[in-house]
């Protein structure tokens, strides 16, 4: 066989440009030590690239996939989903949408990837094949926890508020004041120096899916903050090790989950955020294209 080409594509459009810019950089910094993988975008995927004919050639689109995939191509395509996913009811319109889009464009594709085990038996019966593929992590372009950072604030939070967020977080910041820092306008190492001075790192889904936000994950294993957020399926983290898991939100009484919050503030959350660091940073852009994506395309050549 032939050596393999690797063509991980990425958004060209903003908003999704700008929220993957980080993993975008941290592939292109991967991809110029791995030698056999390239970054592009997906501004230039029209049915004319040549790439499409060549049967050595795998096309990886992460978030955003072209209008029209030709159906004569010579390739491996493979979708690299980063979304949340939930059986219908379990999710807000726009995500319940995307979900709903990419099911309807599964058959397409040789091989979904998936950030978590619960994502991947999602996408099990909607598509060919699918595998596990941690989205990983890189100090030089996510940033590396300042552990001696004052710790100003209880609690950081960085997300749109939409879904449930509308009706917990009026309740957080009435119940901790000037303790809650809303992180808002900025991204990378400057989005994770403001959760330094914060003693946890908070995340509410927008909805009931399972998953948790894969690229919140990294921004945790970034940050000297503690990561807290509901019951769900955060893998490669551990619960009670890596994060600080809690009962989820109830719109008809938001105040217990605040409660649960103060409580949390008792724990060890610096050891909290170290043992995340020290066991997450392991998955470097490098390992996560080498031990994951890599062996999952060659199953399917």
Not at 120 to 144: H, I, S
Not at 169 to 176: A, E, G
Not at 256 to 268: M, R
Request: aromatic share 10%.
């Amino acid at each position: 066989m032939n050596s393999v080409r690797y063509i991980y594509v990425f958004p060209s459009k903003f908003p999704s440009r700008l929220t993957f810019s980080e993993i975008e950089e941290s592939y292109r910094r991967a991809a110029a030590r791995l030698g056999s993988v390239e970054v592009q975008n997906l501004g230039s995927w029209t049915r004319k690239k040549k790439e499409w004919n060549d049967p050595n050639t795998v096309i990886l689109f992460l978030r955003e996939i072209p209008e029209v995939i030709p159906p004569d191509r010579k390739a491996k395509c493979v979708f690299h989903y980063t979304e949340s996913v939930g059986e219908p009811g379990c999710l807000i319109p726009n995500q319940q949408g995307m979900a709903d889009y990419y099911s309807s464009r599964a058959g397409e594709f040789d091989l979904f990837l998936a950030g978590t085990p619960s994502a991947v038996e999602f996408w099990r019966p909607r598509c060919r094949k699918v595998a596990l593929m941690p989205l990983g992590y890189d100090p030089e372009v996510m940033g590396v926890p300042n552990w001696t950072r004052e710790k100003t604030h209880d609690i950081g939070f960085c997300g749109t508020m939409i879904g449930r967020r509308n009706w917990v977080f009026p309740s957080i910041r009435k119940r901790f004041g000037s303790r809650y820092l809303e992180i808002g306008g900025i991204s990378g190492k400057e989005r994770n120096a403001a959760f330094d001075a914060c003693r946890i790192m908070l995340h509410v889904g927008h909805s009931n899916e399972k998953g948790f936000a894969h690229l919140r994950l990294w921004s945790a294993v970034s940050t000297s903050a503690a990561l807290v957020t509901e019951e769900r399926d955060a893998w490669p983290a551990v619960p009670r090790q890596h994060y600080v898991s809690l009962l989820p939100v109830e719109e008809e009484n938001p105040e217990t989950f605040v409660d649960q919050l103060v409580e949390t503030l008792k724990l060890p959350l610096l050891e909290i955020a170290r043992m995340m660091h020290a066991d997450l940073s392991a998955y470097t852009s490098d390992r996560c294209l080498k031990e994951f994506m890599m062996p999952a395309v060659e199953a399917i050549l």
